[in-house]
T-cell receptor, first 114, second 116 residues
Framework: NAGVTQTPKFRILKIGQSMTLQCTQDMNHNYMYWYRQDPGMGLKLIYYSVGAGITDKGEVPNGYNVSRSTTEDFPLRLELAAPSQTSVYFC?????????????FGDGTRLSIL | AQTVTQSQPEMSVQEAETVTLSCTYDTSESDYYLFWYKQPPSRQMILVIRQEAYKQQNATENRFSVNFQKAAKSFSLKISDSQLGDAAMYFCAYRSSNNAGNMLTFGGGTRLMVKP
């Protein structure tokens, strides 16, 4: 059972570079999320999606973009990497229609901007 | 906006003993959901236990149980018979029932150390 798969697991970028963090889930979940976790801190929501073609901003969306062309995939794009975006990024998904359903998380991507 | 506070940055427990991790939250809603997630050094986020606010009975999952005090807006996690594998970061999280996206709001986490 794959669950939520994130690639890559680690990446080092130079300031100003761009990259896309990939996230895919095989549980047919409608809801998907991107979080960032700074050292010693809890997770903060960047963007979320309630279904294909629908995305919305979370708490810390600046500097990021997302798209949701399919139910399975929810990539996160960094256009101009900045040192403040050094963090661990988690993708998650959940079944819709029930708030009690937990979010299932990927293993995270550790991103360093130098 | 809801906030979740974990006031204990670090906790330590002796193996086989019991430890309680604290979590408080701020909300004006009456219907919501609360979760505890465990994050071991592997970075995975693992669901430990969940509680629906409309249920008065405290949730339990094997050695893990919660003390949900709705009026006090408190949601503590009790780990009984602590094991070395329980060492991890623990995050408390809140989800509103009115939240169209079912998003989670996380606390800052508590690092639990288990001494052999």
């Amino acid at each position: 059972n794959a669950g939520v798969t994130q690639t890559p697991k680690f990446r080092i970028l130079k300031i100003g570079q761009s990259m896309t963090l990939q996230c895919t889930q095989d549980m047919n979940h409608n809801y998907m999320y991107w979080y960032r976790q700074d050292p010693g801190m809890g997770l903060k929501l960047i963007y979320y999606s309630v279904g294909a073609g629908i995305t919305d901003k979370g708490e810390v969306p600046n500097g990021y973009n997302v798209s949701r062309s399919t139910t399975e995939d929810f990539p996160l794009r960094l256009e101009l990497a900045a040192p403040s975006q050094t963090s661990v990024y988690f993708c998650a998904s959940s079944y819709s229609m029930s708030g009690s359903q937990p979010q299932h998380f990927g293993d995270g991507t550790r991103l360093s901007i130098l | 906006a809801q906030t979740v506070t974990q006031s204990q940055p670090e906790m330590s427990v002796q193996e086989a003993e019991t430890v309680t991790l604290s979590c408080t939250y701020d909300t004006s809603e009456s219907d919501y959901y609360l979760f505890w997630y465990k994050q071991p050094p592997s970075r995975q986020m693992i669901l430990v236990i969940r509680q629906e606010a409309y249920k008065q009975q405290n949730a339990t999952e094997n050695r893990f149980s919660v003390n949900f005090q709705k009026a006090a807006k408190s949601f503590s996690l009790k780990i009984s018979d602590s094991q070395l594998g329980d060492a991890a970061m623990y995050f408390c999280a809140y989800r509103s029932s009115n939240n169209a996206g079912n998003m989670l709001t996380f606390g800052g986490g508590t690092r639990l150390m288990v001494k052999p």
